[in-house]
């Protein structure tokens, strides 16, 4: 029987979830270990009660500033150091310096300088961000190739245009992939910034309950958090790769 992809991914969500419900009955303690029965109905009050969308709300809005800062300058950076090797020499040490670097300091380091802000936090986030996006890209400019650029310059190309129908074309997995990967990596660090300084997200609530001790809670929104995760991926990110790399098999 051949199922489709979405019923694959329904069929082992249901897995998972099975095998949660498994390890909370061998368990006995829904205290430690809560089951779905025992988070779903405190899930769905947190909805009703409208805590929970207004805190996905402001974790959502953290990731899609940090995510358009963080793609913008590293899409740049990555550009400039694939296609001029002299500013690659230069900058290729603090590629690695960054890339190397433990979120958890950049992110005490941002609240220090800067203070316990917005600002701070989507910093932190983003500047966690723009190494992997960098490196990605950079890869990217290394790889195009010079015999279709060639090409436009015969045919008299401008700069836009070549930009558009030979440049771009070439980068746009690079792209898909460095999204892909980066939303990824930028929702858990949001959840730490969260956690460490926000008075809003579903970071500083799991800190709150894991302060009160309430398992149930911290996996409710944790739940919460990996549902809007996979809708994103599901309906955005993945389509969007899709598209990018479709070009290659055409």
């Not at 190494?131 to 279709?148: H, N």
């Not at 930028?186 to 001790?213: A, D, N």
Request: hydrophobic fraction near 60%; aromatic fraction near 8%; proline fraction near 6%.
């Amino acid at each position: 029987m051949n199922l489709s992809p979405a019923a694959v991914r329904l069929l082992s969500i249901a897995g998972l979830i099975a095998f949660w419900a498994l390890l909370a009955a061998l368990h006995g303690n829904p205290r430690v270990l809560p089951g779905p029965a025992d988070v779903l109905p405190r899930l769905w009050a947190e909805i009703l009660s409208g805590e929970l969308p207004f805190h996905v709300g402001a974790t959502l809005g953290r990731v899609a500033a940090a995510f358009v800062v963080a793609m913008a300058i590293g899409v740049a950076l990555g550009l400039l150091m694939g296609r001029r090797p002299g500013v690659d020499r230069w900058l290729d040490a603090w590629l690695v310096v960054f890339l190397n670097m433990p979120a958890l300091v950049v992110i005490v380091l941002c609240y220090l300088w800067i203070g316990l802000n917005e600002v701070a936090a989507v910093a932190a986030v983003a500047i966690n961000k723009i190494p992997m996006v960098t490196a990605m890209m950079r890869e990217g400019a290394r790889a195009l190739d010079p015999a279709l650029d060639a090409m436009a310059r015969v045919f008299r190309m401008g700069p836009r245009a070549r930009f558009r129908h030979v440049i771009l074309p070439q980068l746009a997995p690079h792209l898909a992939s460095s999204a892909r990967s980066g939303i990824a990596l930028i929702w858990k660090i949001v959840l730490v910034v969260e956690f460490l300084g926000r008075s809003s997200g579903v970071g500083f609530k799991i800190h709150m309950f894991f302060q009160l001790f309430n398992v149930t809670m911290v996996l409710a929104y944790a739940l919460a958090f990996v549902v809007v995760m996979l809708l994103i991926e599901t309906l955005i990110m993945q389509p969007v790769e899709a598209r990018a790399r479709a070009w290659r098999t055409a």
